[in-house]
């Protein structure tokens, strides 16, 4: 609930403020984003700041259960009967492995996994969604409530959803950026 801070247009010598809140709440959000069509999927984890408390689990855990659930979600959304294989592009987080995350590609074999070199953001397409989201969804805005940041996100989210063509406009930018240096360094 802490607002990211960016750099904005203001009245010459005054110098815009951003309250701030001591609030340890957090929202977790996944999403998968289809490269040729641009259709998101998300869900998102709310995570109080007394979780562990309420549910026992560590927060690693609390994580992979719910990327388990998110590639459910993608199982449904991508059928096996329609789509023969889908190919996942992840980094290396703690929460992309575990027993939950396993059964649930257990539950849908067609979902592959494919893990990007550690420390290379630039690689996963996701990555630019991720900043655009934030951009547009929390800088230099201070939420009250959790359920406040939620809606907020939830409004650019659906915007991106409705918007498949700025999501392509993001994908193919730099990937076209990426493929110049490729060939460039051969």
């Known amino acids: 609930m802490v607002p990211t801070l960016a750099a904005t247009l203001g009245v010459k ?26 259709a998101l999927h998300s869900n998102t984890l709310e995570s109080p700041k007394d ?19 998110h590639l459910r979600h ?11 294989e889908v190919v996942l592009l992840i980094d290396n987080a703690p929460w992309h492995r575990g027993k939950p ?10 979902l592959k996994l494919k893990r990007l070199p550690s420390y290379s953001p630039q ?28 809606k907020s996100l939830r ?3 659906c915007y991106f959803q ?12 730099k990937r076209k950026k990426v493929n110049r240096t490729v060939s460039a360094s051969v």
Not at 162 to 173: D, E, F, G, K
């Open 101 to 110: 995350v396993d059964a649930a590609l257990a539950d849908n074999p067609h």
């Open 162 to 173: 409705t918007m498949r063509q700025r999501v392509q406009t993001l994908l193919q930018s």
């Open 13 to 38: 010598g005054h110098r815009p403020t951003a309250g701030t809140r001591d609030c340890k709440d957090l929202l977790y959000v996944f999403c998968v984003v289809n490269l040729l069509s641009a």
């Open 74 to 84: 993608i199982g449904r959304s991508y059928p096996a009967h329609r789509y023969k």
């Open 51 to 69: 979780a562990k408390k309420q549910t026992g689990q560590s927060k690693n855990r609390r994580l992979q259960e719910a990327f388990a659930d």
């Open 155 to 157: 409004a650019s989210l």
């Open 123 to 150: 690689l996963n397409p996701i990555e630019r969604l991720w900043k655009a989201l934030r951009r547009r969804a929390t800088h230099n805005r201070l939420f009250d409530t959790l359920a406040d940041l939620k």
